[in-house]
T-cell receptor, first 114, second 115 residues
């Protein structure tokens, strides 16, 4: 069965420092991987995706993520954090050999400290 | 661009009352989904509809029913609300097949409180 894990409930980073939000996954085939962000009282917004190709994918707001097949990970990164990056981040996975459902992680709350 | 529209945005129900959450998308997507979001639980799939005329249970379907009225609209009904159904509900839509690579588009959510 497909699953996704976000091992950290919360991550605190000082403004200007690099940030990493961790995600690992489990699927039977080659995964589709996604990151979504949720700001307070809002719906989820698409950040970036990995379908195939280059292992480093770039997305919105200066975020990027690295697909590592051997470690089954898809960590979200940003070189220099902004206070406005504070939000709830969800990693998600879909097995393209199955149906169209995405499985979401439990979310990681990112706090950027001024 | 409206995307996915959910109504209402907020609702308070008494235990045992019924209500329907409405969702409509204008992106010509085939698939639609209902999720609930609870603290520490992430998003859990309630029901989904892979195409017009079909619906399937997700992870937490008990206490809910759905209707895929047409390609645009997918409603979620609580027949007899319980306090355990206090949550934030999100509707989402997506293309199917090779179009799925674009992932989901989410509505802005309905915050439901059952007292």
């Amino acid at each position: 069965a497909q699953s996704v894990a976000q091992p950290e409930d919360q991550v605190n980073v000082a403004e200007g420092n690099p940030l990493t939000v961790k995600c690992t996954y489990s699927v039977s085939g080659n995964p589709y991987l996604f990151w979504y962000v949720q700001y307070p009282n809002r719906g989820l917004q698409f950040l970036l995706k990995y379908i195939t190709g280059d292992n480093l994918v770039k997305g919105s707001y200066g975020f990027e993520a690295e697909f590592n097949k051997s470690q089954t990970s898809f960590h979200l990164k940003k070189p220099s954090a902004l206070v406005s990056d504070s939000a709830l981040y969800f990693c998600a996975v879909r097995d393209p050999n199955r149906d169209d459902k995405i499985i979401f992680g439990k979310g990681t709350r990112l706090h950027i400290l001024p | 661009n409206a995307g996915v529209t959910q109504t209402p945005k907020f609702q308070v129900l008494k235990t045992g009352q019924s209500m329907t959450l409405q969702c409509a998308q204008d992106m010509n997507h085939n698939s639609m989904y209902w999720y609930r979001q609870d603290p520490g639980m992430g998003l859990r799939l309630i029901y989904y509809s892979a195409s017009e005329g079909t619906t399937d249970k997700g992870e937490v379907p008990n206490g809910y029913n759905v209707s895929r009225l047409n390609k645009r609209e997918f409603s979620l009904r609580l027949e007899s609300a319980a306090p355990s159904q206090t949550s934030v509900y999100f509707c989402a839509s997506s293309n199917s097949g090779t179009g799925f690579i674009y992932g989901y588009t989410f509505g802005s959510g309905t915050r439901l409180t059952v007292v």
